[in-house]
Each structure stands twice: as C-alpha cells, then as structure tokens.
C-alpha cells in the first residue's frame, strides 16, 4: 500500500472507492507486458513509410528527383508535396464552436519550394520493409539553394529579417491591462527588475511517435495512432479532402505526452501512404526524428520591473515576453496567453501591464509542452519573488505570504479566484518537510534551500466552448461499459472514469471496462490536454453513472417499498440505507428493468463554463474554469569548484481539491517534480544556428534514478474543485514550480542567481565568479 | 546475405529462428515473435526500453544481433510470469502502481528482476544505481524505487520462511 502524506484538512466524507489507491485498471497490462501501444501493432501486407527531411534549417528546393527512389526493389509509393497540392496542417482546435479564424497550425504537410527549419519534411517513402524504407532517403536527390535565416525572436522581429511568417515573423501578441501600472509604479518605494530565459526542451516520452493507417472495407481512412487528441480526424480530412465520417482516429494507451502528442505527429504521413498504396502502413519516429523534427518547449524571455512598498507589499508589475515559435505556427497564440495571464503569479497585483509577443524564426517548431506557457512564467515570476525579498532584506516565504492572492482576488485578466486558494497552507507544509537546515559536508559545498508557489489552469480557454462525453451503461451480469473518447497517456485517465463509477453505481472496479480514444467508437470526449480529462470526462461520466442509478434507484425504491433517497448501492446490491437487511442484487433489479424497458445506460454531455472572447483592448475578462495551487520546496547543494549542482531533497504540497485515486495522483506529482527537475539543471534542446546538436539521450539528458533527490509529496483536498467530488486538475501543476524552487535554492546556496535554464556547470561557476570579482 | 538458423530457449519454450546476421534480437522479438513487451525507445543503448535477460544477464535487445543468440537462454517480460503468477516484482509494481504510462514498465520490471538476482538484499543507492540506464519521464522514479525495495523485502520474507520450512523438515 502506498504511503502518502494526505491530511484531510477539509473534512470530507470517506468514500467507497474514491480517495483510495485502488490498483488501476490499465495495472495488470502494464506489468506484464500485454498492453499494446501504437508501435505494437502490426497487420498482414503492411508496408513501412520513412519521411525524408530537409538537412537544412532555411533552403529554397530547387529540385526534387524521386525517380531513382520510385525504381527500386521493395519500394511500392514514394509521395512528395507535387502528389498533394496544396494540402497544408491547419489543425483546427479541437471542438472549438467559435467560426472565426483560429490560430492554430497552418503548415506544409510536404515541403514544396521551401524549408523553413531543420527536419521539415519533404517526402514520404512506403516500402515492403523499414529497412528499404530508410534507404530510399539516400536515393531521393533534393537540390537546395540556402536562403536568409533567423535563429533568435529578437532578431526576427528587426525591420529587414528574412521572413519566415508571413507578413512580419509576429505570430501573437498579448497585451493585458489591469489598473494603472505606471501611475502605481510611482508610489514603489523600491523597483525591482529582472530578466529570466528559458530554454528549447523535449517531451522525451519514452514512445517516440507511431502509428499505422489503412483504408477499411467501408473506404475509411482509418489510423491507430498514439496521440493526445483523436478529435484530430477533423483536420486529417480536411487536410485530405475527405468527409469527417471518412477518417477513423482510433488510439492507443499513449507511451507518454506531456503535449507532444498534442498536434498532429504521424497522421498525414501514414494516412497519404495508406490512400494512395491501399495497403496498412506503419511508422514509428527514430528518437532522433522526435528530437529533431517534432515540436519543442517554446524558449522565453521574461523581463519583470515590480514595483513594491519597504513592507513588502506589491503595487505594480510590468511584464514583457518575448517566445520563440520556431518555423511554423503551432499553438504558440494559446501557450503565449497562458504564459501572459500567469504573468504575475498567484499573488495580488491590482496594476500589472503585461506584453507578451511570440515571434517565428528558423528553429524546430514548439507548441504545447505540460505547463503551456505558465511554467515558463512561474519560472520567472518565482524567481522575481525571491530577488524581492533580497532587495527588501526580507525572507522570501513573507513576501509571499504578504502578497498571496486569496479568493476573490484576480489575474491580470480580472478573472476572480474562486474556491479554496491555499497558497500559505502548501508552501508552509512543503517547506517544513525539508526538514531542519543541513550544514555543507566541505568547505567548497555549499547548501541551499528554495520554494516556488504557482498557480496553474485546469481545463481549456473558457470561449472555446468545451464538452466532454460519456455513455455507461450496466449489462445483464451486473458488469458495466464505459465509452468514452478519452486518449489515456498514462495519468489514469481511464481508470479514473471506473474508479468514479464505481463510486456510484456500488459496483467493484474489476467489474468496469472502459473504452476509450476513438473518434468514431466511443463518444467525442475532447482532448486530453489542458489538465482537463478528470474534469471534463469526469464529470460526463458522473452525470452518465447518475442518470443511471436515478432510474434503478426509482425501480428499486419501488419494490423495496422505501423512499427514493434511502436507496444505496454497494457491492453489487442495492439496499435501504438504514437497513442493509432489506437489499436486492443489482443484477435482480437490472432484470426488472430490462423486463419493463427501463433504460440501463445512459450518454451524457458535460459543458465547461462558455465565456465570450477577452475584450480586444486589455484583455480583460475570464479564461479558464479554476486553477489549482501549491508548492515545492527543495533543498540543493553546489559544488562551488565544479558548479554542479544536486537536489537533495524535494517536497512538493498541492491541493488537489479531491485525489480520486492518490497513487495516480501521487504519480503525477512525483513524475512532473522530475521533468522539473531536468528542466532546471539539463535539459536543454541546443539549437545553434537552426542546427540541433543533441539528437540523441546522449546529448540530451533527462533525469535518471540516480538524479532524483529524496521525494516527499504532501496531497491537500480542499474539496472546492470543479471536478467529480471537489477534485482539481493536477497533470500540467506537479512540473510547474519545480525548475523555479531549484533556482532559488542554487541562488540561496551561492549568493547569486543564474538567470537562465538549465543551471549549467559552466553557468553556476560564471555566477559565483561574478560574485567574487565584485568582492576582489 | 545468407539466412542463418540458430536454436535458443525463449520464455521457456525451445526455438528455431531463421535470421539474417544483421538483425537485432529487439525486432526478431517484436516481429517474429509478436512479443512486444521489450520496446523501442532510442535504438542506441540509451534509454533501457528494450531489456530483456540474455542467459540470466540483462541485456539490451537493441544493440544484440539475433544471430549472437544461437543457444541462449532468454527471457522477455512476457515469460516473467510462471503458471500465470505474477513474480514478485510484477507484483511489486502493481502494489506500487509504480508506472504511469508504462512504457518503460516492462524493461523496469525485467531491470529489477536482474538486480534482484544479483543482489537480493540491494540499499536505495544501489537500485538507484543499478536503474541508472533505464529511463522513465512519467514517474519520477519515486514509486519505481519504492516497488524494487518492497519486492527485495518480499522476497527476502519468503526466503526466509522458505529456509525456516527446510529446517524443519531436515
Ligand atoms: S531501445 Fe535499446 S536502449 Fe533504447
Ligand atoms: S511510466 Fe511512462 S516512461 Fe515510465
């Protein structure tokens, strides 16, 4: 049984099966090594497809020749942009209702006469076998001519840069106006400023991307793919010239997403092949295609001037963002919003000017990493709290606790908190779990303790009208069905939907089966991104299991001849709550029901709170549904003679408003402290002149076992989310505060701050050299 | 190139494999076998997704020919299970709920399998160590330690017992 610190501060009622660690559904296909992901799927005749990819970051094509590759022994289509005219990605957003122009993808599925970054595709080759397949690269001849390139967002936005957007390189701005920012910066006593960079980063899901497409009997396009989104079908026939009802997303349990499977990955390539060859075709990236050649983090820079009183209190904050789109326009507008709205963190500011701008350049394009651009602004805004506090002399936990927002209080956006905001209760709690101060072993180790607060969205951009749907229905035998379009990568998206059933209908987990990620098979239920499946699908799912216990508990009351709200149901049984002697099998009162036609299933649709778009002028207005809160603390040592920097101990505290099944909770908590963890010290996606130099885990490191200091994670339940039974998003919130709580506590340790990530060796020792040149 | 046939014992089960000697034991798996538990990560030794035990040893798939197992004894996550029990690790991980999208469940599972092997009686460090190439990006490691030290307590129980019973029956 796993061991967690869950105090349950709010008092909530015990539940059946909510609350508990139950062993999850996917449990015994992941030990045993059954479960199927994309890449796992095989079907006779199939044929494998290669992308050939531009080796240059910028390159008009002069020529592409393709004959050599069309003549060769095993291989059976070869499709370059002329086999597809036109056809461009322009990935709709998913189930977003409003009509006018989104600002999603709108890139080349094939190059055609251009390159715009490093790894753009530019051919596809199906081959009888993966190993033909790879040479037809060498057999295709592609003729390059260079053309001007920009490689920074500053750069690119400089009157003359080459032009990788058309008509300026800008891709978004946002300009939020609350208060009077100016006017209120006068009455600082003190004005703080800081600038803080962050860096390329991969998703590094250990399933590179993969997927398999055929045309069924029916001429369906139809594509297992592993992917975060199968509402996708969408766009792959639009980009195909298809009706909708001729493409068939069907998933898989994803090998991890963290967004990068959040766009289109595989799809097009594999869905064009399968059109035109009329036979099954795989793909799977090499780690060095999904490192080069798939979306990254986008890089910021973030320049904070705050104005605050001697007592610590804030009265008014400027901010500037600058974000690197990369070589096509993914969902940089959204990442940058998230980042601007979170801006000043959860922290009262009634003055607050924030200009945040996403710029293309000739990089590896980036679009949603877990955090959306809120981690990177955490990682700003944390970092500025703690320069604050040194400016002022003061102890970095009381300006936070001076300034933390509380409900009622608003975003730049003047979007009210709601809900609980424990803020001061999860940093308190994170902190005291790193226990008492350590003192440095040697004279050249040095020790530091750090902590970030954060707040972060659940649940996508309120004006995009969002719905999730569910059907559950029980048969004859007292077992039950769920269908549910829900993608499952591997935060338990699925077990969450039995575990949430079970709770209502009485009925044991091993008696659910769920079925999921299919855009045709199983009702529409969004993406999973955003933090959302527990909250959206969830709750469709809730109200699905409650419609079906209202019409059993109504049949029930009957023959028990007791009142409607007496009715219980547990353990396969339906009893008088008061009186469990007086009770009835489900599977007796199923048999009734279906004797007299009652309905035993039921699909419901659950609707996120619809607001209209911000006002066009500050921004102002509501964006998401709720936002979850809490905080890391870490304790770190630096080597001052080497610059290398160790995390010694990490406690992470986040209300969670209801953890529905804490080990998957936990999970998630502990997984994103990592990533934070690689996020802060070295990940770090080097791209030198639109070149990558880090396509492989050699090059690229993440975090490994030994990297991950001693972990403590504290789950509060505060009730009040917008969740099934009071829970709150908490896939995209465990990796936010980390790489902040790491910096501060390097900056504690040293006496002074690196202000880019990753903290680099080289870059912790240039620090502490800059200290002690200014004391020499 | 020339087909060459070798005979192994996989899972188990005696084997005759026809391959080509550049082919990698990971895609004879993967593809002749249709056992897809050992997984391709990076292709390169870099990440552990495709561990498998060669001759009792863990060893990684991707960067073994097929054609250097002619005789070998191997073991892939599929057979870690006898007579449809789980092993003590497997059930470890269970307890544990020691994956999330559990990708890299099967070569941790195989991983520990070995350290367990080795070294019944492992400290944290040392699983840490011993884990050191495997990597995971959804856990973070915690619940993965967790379950190797459990399923080392497990076995290291039953053991025991297993010797008090042998005392008592000599
Ligand atoms: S696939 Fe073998 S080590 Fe990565
Ligand atoms: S559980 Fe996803 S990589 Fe380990």
């Known amino acids: 049984m796993i061991r967690l610190d869950q105090p349950n501060l709010a008092n909530l009622p015990e539940l059946r099966h909510i609350g508990k660690p139950l062993p999850r559904i996917d449990a015994m296909g992941k030990v045993t090594g059954a479960t199927k992901y994309a890449g796992d799927y095989v079907m006779p005749n199939m044929l494998h497809a290669k992308v050939l990819r531009s080796k240059y970051p910028s390159a008009k094509i002069l020529r592409i020749d393709v004959s050599k590759a069309r003549g060769f022994p095993g291989i059976v289509a070869v499709l370059t942009a002329d086999d597809l005219p036109g056809a461009r990605v322009t990935t709709d957003i998913p189930g977003v209702t409003d009509t006018a122009k989104r600002a999603g993808t709108d890139a080349p599925i094939l190059a055609k006469d251009r390159v715009r970054f490093m790894g753009e595709a530019i051919a596809i080759v199906a081959a009888e076998e993966l190993a033909i397949a790879e040479r037809a690269s060498d057999l295709i001849e592609v003729d390059y001519e260079p053309y001007p390139a920009v490689f920074t967002p500053a750069e690119a936005m400089q009157p003359g840069a ?27 006593d003190v004005i703080v400023e800081g600038t803080y960079k962050t860096q390329f980063i991969d998703h590094a899901y250990l399933e590179p991307e993969a997927g398999i497409a055929w045309v069924d009997e029916n001429g369906v396009l139809t594509i297992r793919v592993s992917t975060q989104v199968v509402e996708h079908f969408r766009s792959i026939a639009a980009a195909l010239q298809l009706p909708q009802n001729k ?103 009634n003055n607050v000017t924030v200009n945040a701008c996403a ?23 944390e970092q500025q709290m703690d320069e604050i506090a040194r400016e002022l002399d003061m102890d970095p936990r009381q300006v936070r606790r001076i300034n933390y927002a509380q409900a009622g209080d608003t975003t730049p956006n003047g979007q009210a908190f709601r809900g609980a905001v424990w803020l001061e209760e999860c940093a308190q709690r994170a902190w005291d779990a790193l226990g008492e101060e ?67 209908l009485g009925v044991p987990m091993e008696r659910i089966t769920v079925y999921g990620t299919d855009s045709a098979l199983t009702p529409l239920a969004g993406t999973t991104t955003a933090t959302r499946q527990m909250y959206m699908s969830g709750n469709a799912t809730y109200q699905a299991a409650l419609a079906v216990r209202k019409t059993l508990a109504e049949r029930a009351s009957q023959h028990l001849e007791c009142e409607l709200d007496e009715i ?44 209209d778009k911000l006002d066009p002028d500050n921004a102002q207005g509501d964006i998401w549904p709720d936002y979850t809160f809490g905080a890391q603390a870490v304790k770190v040592a ?134 002690e040149t200014r004391f020499s | ?44 030794g870099e990440c552990g997704a495709c561990t498998v035990h060669l001759n009792g040893a863990p060893m990684l798939s991707c960067l073994t020919l097929a054609i250097a197992c002619d005789g070998a004894d191997i073991l892939t996550i599929e057979g870690l299970a006898r007579d449809g029990k789980l092993d003590a690790v497997q059930e470890a991980f269970l307890e544990h709920s020691a994956f999330q999208c559990g990708f890299c469940t099967p070569d941790m599972i195989m991983m520990t399998r070995a350290l367990l092997n080795e070294n019944p009686q492992p400290s944290e460090a040392q699983v840490r160590d011993y884990l050191r190439g495997n990597l995971c990006r959804c856990t973070g490691y915690a619940s993965i330690l967790r379950a190797a030290l459990d399923a080392a307590a497990v076995l290291n129980v039953r053991r025991n017992i297993h010797a008090a019973e042998e005392r008592a029956d000599a």
């Open chain 2, 1 to 44: 190139m020339q087909r060459k046939t070798i005979h192994l014992t996989l899972n188990g089960e005696p084997r005759e494999w026809s391959v080509y000697p550049n082919e990698l034991l990971l895609n004879v798996l993967r593809e002749q076998e249709f056992l897809t538990g050992a997984k391709y990560g990076c292709g390169i």
């Open chain 1, 568 to 611: 219980d149901f547990a353990d396969n049984t339906v009893f008088v709550k008061n009186d469990a002697s007086q009770n009835m099998p489900l599977t007796q009162l199923i048999a009734i029901c279906a004797a007299e036609g009652l309905p035993r299933a039921n699909l419901s649709l659950f609707k996120a709170p619809f607001t």
């Open chain 1, 359 to 381: 710029v293309a350049t000739n990089n590896t394009f980036t679009s949603a990493f877990r955090g959306f651009g809120a981690a990177q602004a955490c990682v700003a805004y």
């Open chain 1, 162 to 188: 080459p032009i990788v957007t058309e008509p300026d390189n800008i891709v978004a701005r946002w300009r939020i106006v609350k208060g009077d920012a100016d006017a209120a910066m006068k009455n600082a």
């Open chain 1, 638 to 771: 630096v080597d001052t003679e080497t610059g290398e920097v160790r995390v010694l101990k990490s406690a992470a505290c986040h209300d969670v408003g209801r953890a529905l099944n804490p080990a998957a909770v936990a999970g998630q908590i502990e997984g994103g402290a990592a990533q934070g963890l690689g996020y802060a010290l070295m990940e770090d996606v080097q791209i030198v002149n639109g070149v990558t130099l880090t396509p492989s885990f050699a090059e690229y490191l993440i975090p490994t076992a030994s990297d991950i200091p001693e972990t403590k994670t504290i789950i509060l339940e505060s009730g009040t989310g917008l969740g099934p039974f009071g829970a709150k998003g908490i896939g995209e919130p465990a990796l936010t505060p980390m790489a902040p709580a790491i910096a501060n506590a390097v900056a504690d340790a040293i006496g002074a701050r690196v202000t880019q990530l990753p903290l680099t060796p080289e870059r912790v020792l240039e620090a502490i050299d800059k200290i």
């Open chain 1, 438 to 504: 350590t003192k440095a072993n040697a004279p050249h180790m040095k020790i530091g303790r750090g902590l970030a607060s954060y707040m972060q969205s659940y649940g996508r951009i309120t004006w995009f009208h969002d719905t999730s749907q569910a059907w559950v229905g029980l048969e004859m035998d007292g077992s039950i069905v769920i269908r549910c379009g829900v993608p499952d990568i591997g935060g338990g998206q699925m077990n969450t939907l039995a575990q949430i059933t079970a709770e209502v």
């Open chain 1, 247 to 349: 493409v068939h997303v069907m998933g898989a349990l994803v090998g991890g997403g963290f967004g990068g499977k959040e766009d289109i990955t595989v799809e097009l390539f594999i869905g064009l092949a399968a059109l035109k060859t009329r036979r099954p075709v795989k793909m799977i990236y090499t780690r060095e295609e999904s490192l080069l050649a798939h979306c990254k983090r986008h890089p910021f820079t973030i320049t904070h001037k705050t104005g605050v009183t001697r007592s610590g209190r804030i009265v008014a904050a400027q901010v500037n963002m600058l974000a690197d789109s990369g070589a096509y326009v993914y969902l940089s507008p959204y990442v940058l919003l998230y980042a601007a709205s979170s801006a000043v963190g959860p922290y009262r500011v």
